[in-house]
């Protein structure tokens, strides 16, 4: 697993699956989007389904979108809106 901040200048190895750390970081704060991806959502700025129809999601300065995958869409969407509401 590599993990990449929202700079995307650092970035560290860990051996460890995403599965495994969708239990360590279970709750509101964090989404798995996409196969390959997990997310803080505290730094969602923008979802958005661009014209080709692949769902994106933007966070904080990071300059590129992760993709979502269509099946993780409302998952995400729900999870955003519920962590909105806690703040």
Known sequence: TILTDVTG???C????????????????IFCRTHK?????????????RPANGIPK???GQ???PFKV???MVGHLKTTLMNTKSLT
């Open 57 to 59: 999601v933007f966070l």
């Open 36 to 48: 390959s991806t997990i997310i803080n959502m505290a730094r969602v700025t923008e979802l958005a």
């Open 69 to 71: 995958s269509r099946r």
């Open 9 to 11: 200048v650092q970035t």
């Open 62 to 64: 990071h300059p590129h």
């Open 13 to 28: 190895s860990l051996p460890i699956s995403l599965k495994a750390w969708e239990t360590v970081l279970s709750g509101a």
